[in-house]
């Protein structure tokens, strides 16, 4: 099945995130993916502070993360990024490849949720800016 990623980021392993093996930590692919959701969210036009003086807040309610061949220091690699939604959730399906063999390095699933007003619930701005963006059922 051909993946229709619709927002990807480029980085380069730092020393500092790699453990005593020499292979990244299995904690900082979590953040490359956070990174990326991030910086797809305000490519979207969608800022995190902004909503947030709304009385928005995007959560994480989960995070699956299939990893399947380490980084090493100082290796390049791109976080893709899709996305679908499906009911209140957000759910981004994220995956990172090796530059430039692109070799898949980790799969993950990431689903989150707004709350509104400290009630969990849909989120106009989120719906209104992601629409775009989300998989159809078709696929």
Known sequence: MKKNYV?????????YECD??????????QHYMEH????????????FADMH???ISAV?????ISYKTPLRSRDEFVCKLRLRKEGVR????????????MKLIAMGQ?????????????????????MPYFEKDEE
Do not use: W
Request: charge should be negative; glycine fraction near 6%; charged fraction near 25%.
């Open 7 to 15: 927002f990807e980021l480029p980085f380069k392993v730092r020393d």
């Open 20 to 29: 005593l093996e020499g292979i990244v930590n299995n904690a900082n692919y």
């Open 36 to 47: 990326t959701r991030h910086e797809f969210l305000l490519s979207a036009g969608l800022s």
């Open 53 to 55: 003086a709304q009385g």
């Open 60 to 64: 994480v309610a989960r995070i699956k």
């Open 90 to 101: 957000y759910v981004f399906y994220q995956d990172i490849f090796r530059l430039p063999d």
């Open 110 to 130: 990431v689903d989150t949720v707004c709350i509104v007003h400290g009630k969990l619930q849909e989120c106009k701005e989120m719906e209104q800016n992601l």
